[in-house]
């Protein structure tokens, strides 16, 4: 019997790396900003969407790509603020892949601005998946607890920034602003950190102004 | 539990690298796997026995390397394992760090039977 030991070396994730790395470099080229949502399900990932469409669509074009395990429910009341949204139903897999936005690439429009990517809820997979995004923007809502930055180390430390949601709610919780804060920022220290009401409309100028001013840094 | 899918991958990497060097079958597979892989060593060890059923990896065995995250201070240069995967610099409190390991999930190496 002849054997033989082979040093392969190869990323397990490397087919996903490619497709997304390919992603990312034709919405570049095109000057489009992809922005990628990730939080746990509930924290207000489609609420913030609503509003971030109503500060944006008198002036940019912005498109959403949503996933979901089951329904077409947040791509509907994205199309309900006018604007183009395609769901992806992954059908029980717990997380967006690459080839799965790649499958709808043909259909963007070459003249957006920014193109929303809406995963699934869930602060453990998607973080794990590049979708070629420009931006990666992880999302905390209060009655999560302030400890998550912690147990989710990959989501918080592979995002460019943090939106702490649902703030209004914050008399009614235990839970320390800045203690949450300080968890991720210790893990990440590069992270934007943003306070947001979605339900309030509260603190959306600033993240909005936040991936404005990243489109500019895009198109330079 | 996106185990079963990293799995998928493996065995497209292993089949066409049995098919290229002709193999029998695949005795051994090593990965290395980072403390910031997000993924759970035990889960892909499950999925990768569920998978291998009826593949050229029927009788392999899986073996799993640990990787802690590392990282190296780019003021003071000290090198030091974070388990709790804060960015600071545990000799002189920098946050100007480089990460050195943790993060991969690798195919390292197959282990296989030939045809001849």
């Known amino acids: 019997m002849k054997k033989k030991e082979i040093l392969v070396l190869e990323e397990l994730l490397g087919s996903n790396k490619k497709i997304a790395a390919d992603i990312r470099e034709k919405l570049e080229e095109k000057g489009i900003l992809a922005i990628n949502f990730l939080s746990s399900p509930g924290a207000g990932k489609t609420s913030l969407l609503e509003r971030i469409a109503e500060r944006l669509k008198p002036h940019y074009k912005m498109a959403v790509i949503e996933g979901d395990i089951e329904t077409e429910r947040d791509a509907e009341r994205i199309r309900a603020k006018g604007i183009p949204a395609w769901q992806i139903i992954t059908g029980g897999a717990c997380h967006l892949e690459a080839k799965m936005v790649g499958k709808i690439f043909s259909e963007i429009p070459a003249d957006l601005d920014l193109l929303f990517i809406e995963n699934v809820g869930n602060l453990v997979c998607p973080a794990s998946y590049d979708l070629g995004e420009s931006i990666r923007c992880v999302i905390l809502s209060t009655p999560e607890g302030d400890d998550k930055p912690k147990k989710y180390p990959k989501a918080f430390t592979t995002s460019d920034c943090l939106v702490i949601n649902k703030i209004d709610l914050i008399p009614f919780l235990p839970f320390d602003l800045e203690y949450a804060r300080k968890e991720a920022l210790e893990m990440n220290p590069k992270l934007k950190v943003f306070i947001t009401s979605a339900l309030k409309d509260s603190g959306i100028d600033e993240l909005v102004e936040y991936f404005l001013s990243s489109l500019r840094n895009l198109r330079q | ?116």
């Open chain 2, 1 to 116: 539990m996106h185990e079963l899918s990293i799995v998928a991958n493996l065995f497209e990497i292993l089949e066409e690298k049995a098919k290229e060097q002709k193999a029998k079958k695949i005795i051994s597979v090593k990965l290395k796997v980072g403390a910031l892989s997000g993924v759970v060593p035990e889960f892909l060890e499950t999925a990768f026995d569920i998978y291998k059923k009826g593949t050229i990896a029927d009788k392999a065995k899986l073996k799993i390397e640990d990787v802690p995250f590392k990282i190296q201070c780019q003021k003071c240069q000290a090198e030091m394992v974070k388990d709790d995967f804060v960015f600071i610099c545990d000799t002189c409190g920098s946050t100007d760090l480089k990460t050195l390991s943790g993060t991969e999930l690798l195919l390292e190496k197959i282990e296989m039977e030939l045809t001849s």
